[in-house]
């Protein structure tokens, strides 16, 4: 079956202006999103994942802002630019059509509001819902999040556990049906064996609801489970995209090579872990060139020159590297 594009971000660069300089957060970045697809955005701390999930519903904070690109959305109408809506028909889009599980979500709840205040309240701001159908639609989805909805309804924050909040979360964020949800670090903050239930829950809610979704995290577990594509970003850019089984068997980036002998697998033999060398480099003041070649072992004269543009390598896989042909697992 032909996919069909239900998001397309083109060109798109998003900066902070600090003291010290200009934080380039995302660099000319293109990439689309399928109707019903998981997509992964992974990378290390900085790399620029949340400014671009964050830049999708118009929503960087300040001091940041877009430099350039645009955002096609392609609801039931024509495709629109998701940068150029106004205020209040972006209040009216988010949520609805795109809606976002923030990082540190945890702590996003009111505490001295009860779950069936903070549904309501989020209905209501959407339109004149009535009370019964929006508990109708509360009772379905928390418990498609496995809660139980009677007690959970009536439950303050603290009454919860971590993960049952970020089931709660998830859950608020399906409220007013989005076709489009972005899921920011959703397991991070969590024991073990809650992450494992949320990705239950995340697992159930793909199938299920057949939505399209985007899920930012440092885990490669999660993308591994989750997603059908996934996007390593280092330095603002995206330096390989590709199928799952691709990306974690065929790939063809020294970085994503780097992330994937960085964490240990529980399912396969023993390896030895081997960092990456160095760390990532400043936003500010970016090396020439590649942007990873202080850190990588197949960097040569020419990696210093120019960045490499993210190319064709191989059946809907794309990676951005001079010497992708000699990456070796
Ligand atoms: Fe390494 Fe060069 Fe490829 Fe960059 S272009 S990842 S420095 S080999």
Request: net charge neutral.
């Amino acid at each position: 079956m032909a996919k069909e594009i239900i998001l397309s971000i083109e060109n798109l660069s998003v900066e902070y202006k600090v003291r010290r300089g200009i934080v380039k957060a995302v660099r000319n970045i293109d990439l689309s999103l399928n109707r019903g697809e998981s997509l992964a955005l992974i990378g290390e701390s900085g790399c620029g994942k949340t400014t671009l999930g964050l830049s999708i519903i118009n929503l960087v904070p300040s001091p940041g802002y877009i430099k350039e690109g645009q955002i096609l959305y392609y609801g039931e109408s024509e495709p629109f630019d998701i940068l150029s809506l106004d205020k209040e028909s972006l209040r009216k889009f988010r949520w609805k059509e795109i809606s976002m599980v923030f990082q540190s979500a945890l702590n996003a709840l009111n505490p001295v509001l009860r779950v069936w205040d903070h549904i309501r309240d989020t209905a209501k701001a959407h339109g004149n819902i009535p009370d019964d159908l929006i508990k109708k639609q509360a009772y379905e989805l928390l418990e498609l999040v496995r809660l139980e909805p009677e007690r959970v309804l009536k439950s303050y924050p603290h009454e919860l556990s971590g993960g049952m909040k970020q089931r709660v979360l998830i859950a608020i964020s399906l409220l007013l049906n989005p076709k489009v949800i972005i899921l920011d670090e959703p397991t991070t903050a969590l024991d073990i064996l809650t992450q494992k239930n949320i990705m239950k829950v995340l697992e159930d809610i793909k199938k299920r609801l057949n939505l399209s979704m985007i899920f930012i995290s440092h885990d490669l577990s999660l993308a591994a489970e989750l997603a059908d594509r996934v996007a390593v970003m280092y330095a603002g850019r995206i330096v390989e995209l590709a199928e799952v089984n691709d990306l974690f068997y065929r790939s063809k980036h020294p970085y994503t090579l780097g992330l994937i002998r960085a964490v240990p697998t529980v399912t396969a033999e023993f390896r030895e872990l081997i960092p990456i060398p160095g760390t990532p480099p400043d936003l500010i003041d970016l090396p020439s060139g590649c942007k990873f070649h202080p850190r990588c072992e197949y960097a040569t004269e020419e990696c210093l020159k120019e960045e490499p543009p993210l190319i064709k390598v191989g059946n809907d896989h794309y990676a951005s590297c001079y010497h992708w042909k000699e990456v070796k697992h």
